[in-house]
Nanobody, 122 residues
Framework: QLQASGGGLVQAGGSLRLSCAAS????????LGWFRQAPGKEREFVAA????????YYADSVKGRFTISTDNAKNTVYLQMNSLKFEDTAVYYC?????????????????WGQGTLVTVSS
């Protein structure tokens, strides 16, 4: 089970940190990540990290502004979001699964958390 938190209302240019706590064991073959879905749009990939090794991946739209990290002792993945823009407004979902979902076209993670709403005011 994945439990996301940390969403809220922030002004453009501000920062937020999302957290996603996983219950149960996270296997070394897993990757954890974040997706987002804005109103009227499809869910899109934001960032991912390999649980073992820490390799990270980012969508072009967030590179240089967002940072994904893990606390393996707490079974938690974080998304630090800086320099937020109005277009970052969305429901953010954390996800987990065997790491192939990160690198294979069309693949999706097997586990999803509930969403947390991020609203950026312009």
């Amino acid at each position: 089970q994945l439990q996301a938190s940390g969403g809220g209302l922030v002004q453009a240019g501000g920062s937020l940190r999302l957290s996603c706590a996983a219950s149960g064991r996270i296997f070394s073959s897993y990757a954890l990540g974040w997706f987002r879905q804005a109103p009227g749009k499809e869910r899109e990939f934001v960032a991912a990290v390999f649980w073992s090794g820490g390799t990270t991946y980012y969508a072009d739209s967030v590179k240089g502004r967002f940072t994904i990290s893990t606390d393996n002792a707490k079974n938690t993945v974080y998304l630090q979001m800086n320099s937020l823009k109005f277009e970052d407004t969305a429901v953010y979902y954390c996800a987990a699964g065997v790491r192939s979902w990160v690198v294979e076209a069309g693949a999706r993670p097997g586990y999803w958390g509930q969403g947390t709403l991020v609203t950026v005011s312009s």
